[in-house]
Structure formats: structure tokens, C-alpha cells
């Protein structure tokens, strides 16, 4: 076993909640070769779920030689591939009448001692590091481009009724914007990447009590053990990752 297998623990799960029929996210949960990925599809429940899929068969498939840099390039290069595949599919199926095919992206990639974080939507990746609670992505949806560039207040640009469309999602456009974050890891650094299925039912605070848990099987446990408590009208998909 190589030095990532034996450095990190992570679990993963998913689960349909209490409203919809299909589960259109997907996961990979890949501690072995530092690479964890959560997707939340788009487009009606066959797109969705085929789209959520393919982001994450496509980078299940990534060599897991090189250093972080090569392996980051390649995993763009993968989301840039399938964000033209899915736009060809689109117009190949432009007159059904739900031609959307597209999925949010946010996936963790580890060597060695640092981390880059990549995503495309509003799928969140979260960092519990010293008994504080960051989040690390920032959502690509209408509602923080609200509160961004109209100084609206979160309660605010959550009236407007368009406020959850996202404006980045592989396969949503021409061109795929990714944004990236890379830092240093820390001895006890916890890292959660979720849909927005798990977050809207969780404050801040639950999320951070429930990271700071012993273990990751514990601490996504209680993620989702909290989060069913409530209405859950979203699917729900969680990897947590400790170093």
C-alpha cells in the first residue's frame, strides 16, 4: 500500500430522502488514490442521474501516478472532455422537451501533504480544522451571484424565484469553468464534500459538530442521521475525509 492509502480515512453514502422517487447523485470514495468526488445531476431524473454518473465513472478512470500538479491537470482535462460530451448529447436530444443534461461537480484530490479542491455548481466541500468550520468552495448558483453583485442579503436573494439555478455545471454550457483551491493539509484536518441536498437541512454548527466526531464513519453518520430528521426533500450525499 502506497503512502496516501495508509494517510487517509474517509466514508462515503447517499440516500434518496423523503420526497423524490431516484437518487441523481453520485459518489467515489477512492482513499487509496486520494481522490473523493461528489455530483448532483441535472436535467429530469434520467439526464440527472446519467450525468451524475458519468462525472464520476470518468474520474474513477484517472492514472493516480504523478504529483499533484499532473494529476489535477488531468483531472480538468477529463471534466473539460465530458462537459463536450454532454453538450453533444444535448444537441443530438435538443428537441425532447427536457434537453438538459448536466451535474455540479466537487472533488478533493490529495498527494503527499496537500489537497486541491475542484468544483463546478453549488456541491460544497467543507474544511473542520482546529474546532472551526470552513467552507472552502463557493456556490455557482444565481443566489450568491446575488449576494455578490447586488449586496443582498442571503434571506434577501432566496426570494427570488430563480435564486437555486446554478451558472456553472459540467455540461450545462460551452465551456466549463472550474474553480480550484489548493492548501496544505494539517494533522486532524477533517474535509466534507456534500450535495446541497445535505447542507440545506444542516446549520453551520450541526455540520461542525458532527466533523469533529472521533472517526469519519461517525461523524457521516451523524450527518445523516440528523439531516433525515428533517423534511430531506433533496437526495442527500456526503463523503467526510480525515488526515
Partial sequence: MGPVATAWRSAAR???GKVRTRNEDALLDRPQQGLWVVADGMGGHQNGALASRLVVDSLAELPEAGDLTQRLAQLRRCLHDLNRRLGQTLTVTATRPDPVIG?????????GARVACVWAGDSRCYLWRAGRLYQLS?????????IDQQQL?????AEHPAAHALTRAVGAGEQLALEILELEVLP????????????QELAPEALGAALSLPTASLALQRLFDQALQGPARDNLSAVVIRR
Fill in 103 to 111: 451535474s455540479t461537480v466537487v472533488a478533493l484530490l490529495a498527494s
Fill in 188 to 199: 486532524g484536518d477533517t474535509f466534507l464534500l456534500c450535495s446541497d441536498g445535505l447542507y
Fill in 153 to 157: 442579503t442571503p434571506e434577501q436573494a
Fill in 14 to 16: 447517499t440516500d434518496t
Fill in 138 to 146: 463557493r456556490d455557482h448558483s444565481l443566489l450568491q451571484q446575488l
